[in-house]
């Protein structure tokens, strides 16, 4: 009797619930490198040479520990392509009477999961993913008690089921849940911070980066920075690092952005994180670890916590709670294509090319860059939701839809109207100005709203909050906003309007085919 436990690309954690307990002796182990997830959006190179390294290099670890390991390389003659395919070979070749398998982080997965068991003819155990503290019928539970699903209530059952920071009397530990307030510095003058560690590429993550360039060469990105760990030594390496040398300024400079600092005081974890190699609870208690040390500060330590327990939990349950119609989501009806920039990097705005430039570079760009430059924009100039969501997905190297969808057409494209966030995450150019030094070397004059190089922020800023009235003056978050709006003459609004029209015209859309095969 065989049981064929497949592990997914994003699940290499060693104490996967689908392997806990089983008898090595009538286990098969299939892990599937598979065209299929490789291109059903065309993936940053560095997030495929992630994926393939850190999977063969899982499968060595297990088979040394014990395990048969029935590994499916992306060369291999046979290869179907797809996870379903590779399965039903799997069992024919193995016998299998019986698959165990942890749901999967995205919904199409977790569609073609569903369907084996008739498919196949045998049973299909799933089991819940416990890498995530809070299970996910517990999160439908509370949400379902709730008309507002607002993230810091939820942020606070997760401090209390887990007592991290958490006090014997049941407090918070400094009083306070949330020290949001001391985490909105401007960015360190200098460049004080050290690079997180570097993992230069092994025998093994060289042997991917050729396959790679081979078979995904025209896809977006670079590969001469790569650096991920692909082990879990590697990220328990990155992890010790970050909670020494950046950890201690985290909270403060959260929300900053800094010319070509790439990584600032951020962990660069969320791909380890991802794909299972460290699991969220066990950063959490390094983190809570160095605090009662006395090495880093409680808003470092309580911001970092709130990021990790409160909304990558709490997004990763709204993604199940809202698919798929999350997936179509289009709250401002926007249609307007993604501009070519976000590919090439080619803009006069000083805030997008070092953003696209991060992203290409180290498929890598941080939140603030994220959600106030890239983000931002696109919702401003009214970019189609959806050619957002690919982008986001194609080009980050911690990208799964659970993750991706929520921050992406929630939080940051308000596609949702608001299910996630109470009010839009927009910004004119000040908020960028204040946050970042970019405005200092750029092309266009932050302070300007109207003339040729009046910064495109401002201008958009304004056209966006006209263009949705009907949207989101009833929200009573946006109040002011409006009463600023209402106090411009009409000459000004006029003004505006054109000045963001003119801007709108001019921007190259995207050639197709960066994101999809065409
Ligand atoms: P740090 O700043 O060091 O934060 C620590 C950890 O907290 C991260 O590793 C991550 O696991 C977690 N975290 C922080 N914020 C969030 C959040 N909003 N949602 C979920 N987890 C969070 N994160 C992804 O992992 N994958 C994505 O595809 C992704 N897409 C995003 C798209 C947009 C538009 C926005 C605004 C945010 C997105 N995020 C995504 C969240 C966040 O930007 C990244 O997790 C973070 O930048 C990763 O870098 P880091 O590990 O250095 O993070
Ligand atoms: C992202 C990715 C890529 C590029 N390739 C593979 C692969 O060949 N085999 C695999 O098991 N996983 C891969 N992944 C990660 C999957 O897309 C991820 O596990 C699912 O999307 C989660 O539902
Ligand atoms: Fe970005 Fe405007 Fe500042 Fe230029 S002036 S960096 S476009 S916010």
Known sequence: MTILVPVLGDQLTHDLASLRGCDKADTVVLMMEVLEEAT????????????????????????????????????APDNSGSFSGEVEGAVARHRASAIRIVEAGEYRVQQAIAS?????????????????????????????????????????????????????????TGGQWNYDKENRAAPPKGRPMREPTRFPPDAITSEV?????????????????????????????LLADFVEERLPRFGTYQDAMLEGADFLYHSRLSTSLNIGLLTAIEVCEAVEAAFRRGTVPLNAAEGFIRQMIGWREYVRGMYWLEMPELDRANFFANTRPLPEFYWT????????????????????????????????????????????????????????????????????????????????????????NRMSNYCKGCAYDVKKR???????????????????????????????????????????????????KRFLDSLEPAAPGWAREV
């Open 40 to 75: 059903y959006v065309r993936h940053h190179k560095a997030k495929i040479v992630l994926i393939f390294s850190a999977m063969r290099h899982f499968a060595d670890e297990l088979r040394a520990d014990g395990w048969t390991v029935d590994y499916v390389a992306l060369g």
């Open 116 to 172: 084996w068991q008739d498919r196949l003819g045998l049973p299909v155990e799933i089991l819940g993913d416990d890498r995530f503290i809070c299970p996910l019928p517990d999160f439908f539970a509370w949400a379902a008690a709730r008309r507002e699903l607002v993230m810091e209530n939820f942020y606070r059952l997760q401090r209390k089921r887990t007592g991290l920071l958490m006090e014997a009397d049941g407090n918070p």
């Open 209 to 237: 980066i050729a396959l790679v360039e081979d078979r995904f060469g025209h896809h977006f990105g670079t590969l001469d920075r790569f650096a991920l760990p692909v082990t879990r030594a590697e990220a328990q390496a």
């Open 345 to 432: 990097g080619e803009t006069k705005m000083a805030c997008c090319a070092d953003s696209v430039r991060n992203t290409r570079d180290n498929a890598y760009a941080h939140h603030i860059q994220r959600l106030m430059v890239l983000g931002n924009f696109a919702m401003l100039a009214g970019i189609d939701p959806a050619q957002v969501a690919d982008w986001y997905l194609v080009v980050y190297a911690d990208a799964y839809e659970w993750v991706e969808h929520p921050n992406v057409l929630g939080m940051s494209q308000f596609a949702d109207g608001g299910r996630l966030g109470t009010k839009p995450y927009a910004g004119s150019g000040a908020y960028i």
């Open 450 to 500: 109207v003339g040729e190089d009046a910064c495109p922020f401002n201008a958009l800023y304004w056209d966006f909050i006209d263009r949705n009235d009907r949207k989101l003056r009833g929200n009573r978050r946006m109040w002011q906003p409006y009463a600023t709006w209402d106090r411009f003459g009409e000459d000004t609004k006029a003004e505006v309007r054109a000045q963001a």
